[in-house]
């Protein structure tokens, strides 16, 4: 019996490296895990290939969906799988993604991580300094505290407007505007150690109303389907995580300055 549990493991070792290997699609630029309402696990990856990589579930292969397909000021693929409950294993171009915990205890929450581009109303930050905007290397910290939740409270995309000419040192050639690459430039490649350390909650900010970037909210983070067009409202909902329970609440709108 000894024999046999050992080459069923052996079996077992070699059915997942196959599994991550033949899931190694070239051009899976971000991937990551989402909860969303009524216990919703969302696998989603962002590509430049014409079509969605596939996703390995305990070593058994699936197509991912398509979110939304490329167009005007977002030129990539966005894909998204519902994870099945009980699932141990979810391979994704060829890395394990990480699985919800039943009792999450180790949470890491944070917002306003972009970099500031928005003059002359704010100083200009300087992008290009680890020192001035040390999103990455926070986000490394925070991955190797070895979360099992990650809460974002808002606010993600912050280059807004064009670098000035006087701030080229600070800003460079940083995209700016609500595109892909800026959403990538300020969030996804930053990001890419606490994306990959636990599954997030996403709760949209007032820089993700519709008049500034809620076309990138709803491409890429609202846990629900796709809406035909952007809305400045959406409804609250709940996030049970075993014996969590969060209350998702879409404030973005609110006049926090002067509230009635």
Known sequence: MPLVRGWCWIVSVLIWVQAAAAFAAGGVLARWVELGPEGAVLARAVTTEV?????ALDAVSHPMGVRAAPSGDYPVLVCETVLPAGITSAILDGQPLPLPKAHPKRIVAFGDAGCRIKPPEDPVQGCQDPAAWPAEQVSRRAAAEEPELVIHVGDILY????????????????????????????????????????????????????????????????????????????????????SLQLQVFDSSLAEDAAPP
């Open 51 to 55: 079509s969605c990589p596939g996703i």
């Open 159 to 242: 280059r807004e407007r064009p670098c000035p000419p006087e701030d080229v040192a600070k800003c460079g050639t940083s995209p700016t505007g609500y595109t892909w690459d800026t959403f990538n430039a300020d969030f996804f490649t930053p990001q890419t150690a606490l994306l990959r350390a636990a599954p997030w909650v996403f709760v949209r900010g007032d820089h993700e109303v519709c008049a500034r970037a809620g076309s990138g909210w709803f491409l890429f983070f609202d846990p629900r389907p796709l809406p035909e067009s952007c809305q400045d409202f959406t409804d609250p909902y709940t996030i049970q995580v075993g």
